[in-house]
């Protein structure tokens, strides 16, 4: 869903459909080219643009400011969540940047976190940002498989009350049911890592950042026959996204950390992680004790299982649940100055150019 319109105004348009970024640039252009027209600042931001397929429109929020769409947004299946449309839109913005250093800026993000539109202002006219909403109104909750409603609405206007996470009819999760190994087991790769003062980064894999409490997700697909191998089956992203676990490790090197590896699955705006913490050694040999730790994102705060006795291997817990959280958090904040993939929660040998730069 994506909605538009001012409370009060007389106007409020709700436009069902898929929720990918280009067909949620391909319903908002169609909008405002029926409710609005070209003025002065949509004139003057169409003599700036170097040849493309964009399209220039006055914004319906406020008289000095215009926004920049595609033309004619395709849905494309090799790039569903449109990231390359949003590549182009932030070239933009750079130049744009670059000729009229007195004119505003912001980036319209969808909740897939791709760039679909940019917003343009005089900076003399300090006219209000507008503030995006992504609520998920799937079965399961928000940031999960269903439609996600993104809404661009001025700071200075009320959000429309049904699009509240808390007022949406569901209930709460409950608490995880957490883990804790009767006793610790030997490990002859077994590694022993003092806390010090790393932290844990993401290991690299094919993850993007979307909607809901948890950041981390990946496409879901369909199978059908490859029109190349009738014979063969092939896998298509469908458009639509759901949390993905992933694994995370200490930064202090990259190699096999074997049981400092630790495994994160979402579960509502809980996260269930899952470690071996060094319990000391037996003849020389490693010991490890499998635990699980319940990271609460909503609260931001780590419950460590009762059955974990007091002492040092209660402290290791505690000290790596403060360090997921951190992770976690950093990756929210990221995700939150409009980055549309993990690069600040990564380690150095994995973040190589920043997203967005090549073609």
């Known amino acids: 869903m994506s909605t538009l ?28 080219r029926e409710l609005t027209a070209a003025e002065e600042l949509a004139g003057q931001v169409a003599s700036l643009l170097p040849p493309g397929p964009w399209q220039i429109l006055s914004d319906q929020w406020h008289p000095h400011a215009a926004l920049v769409l595609p033309s004619s947004p395709r849905w494309d299946p090799e790039d569903p969540l449109g990231r390359r449309v949003s590549r182009a839109l932030r070239d933009l913005h750079q130049g744009l940047c670059a000729d009229r250093p007195d004119w505003d800026f912001q980036e319209l993000i969808s909740a897939e976190g791709s760039a679909v539109a940019l917003r343009v202002s005089p900076h003399d006219h300090a006219v209000p940002h507008l503030l995006r909403t992504a609520v998920g109104d799937g079965a399961f909750g928000p940031g999960e498989l269903g439609n996600t409603r993104t809404t661009f609405l001025p700071t200075d206007l009320p959000a429309f009350p049904c699009l509240a996470p808390a007022l ?24 022993k890592l003092e806390l010090g003062g790393w ?114 291997l ?46």
């Not at 949406?168 to 590694?191: C, F, H, N, S, T």
């Not at 990564?346 to 190589?352: E, I, Q, S, V, Y």
Request: hydrophobic residues 35%; proline residues 12%.
């Open 168 to 191: 949406m009819p569901r209930a709460d999760a409950a608490p995880l049911d957490l883990y804790v190994a009767p006793k610790p087991e030997r490990d002859i790769y077994g590694v």
């Open 5 to 32: 319109g001012a409370p009060g105004s007389g106007l409020s348009l709700i436009l069902g459909g898929p929720w990918d970024a280009p067909s949620t640039a391909r319903l908002t252009a169609v909008v405002l």
């Open 199 to 312: 932290r844990y980064i993401l290991d690299k894999n094919p993850v993007f950042y979307g909607p809901g409490w948890y950041p981390f997700h990946k496409h879901v697909t369909r199978r059908e026959k490859d029109p190349r191998a009738p014979l063969n089956d092939r896998l298509v992203p469908t458009g639509a996204t759901v949390d993905a676990p992933v694994r995370i490790s200490p930064d202090v090197e990259n190699r096999s950390w074997r049981n400092e590896y630790v495994q994160l699955t979402p579960v509502d705006h809980y996260v269930k992680a899952r470690l071996q913490l060094y319990a000391g050694d037996e003849q020389g040999c490693p010991l490890v004790r499998a635990v699980t730790l319940q990271i609460d994102l909503r609260a931001r705060r780590v419950r460590i299982p009762d059955q974990i006795p007091p002492g040092p």
């Open 314 to 359: 209660r402290h290791q817990a505690a000290v790596k649940g403060e360090r997921i959280l951190g992770l976690l958090t950093a990756a929210l904040q990221e995700r939150g100055h409009g980055a549309s993939e993990p690069r600040a929660v990564l380690g150095p040998w994995d973040r190589g150019d920043p997203p967005g730069t090549d073609a």
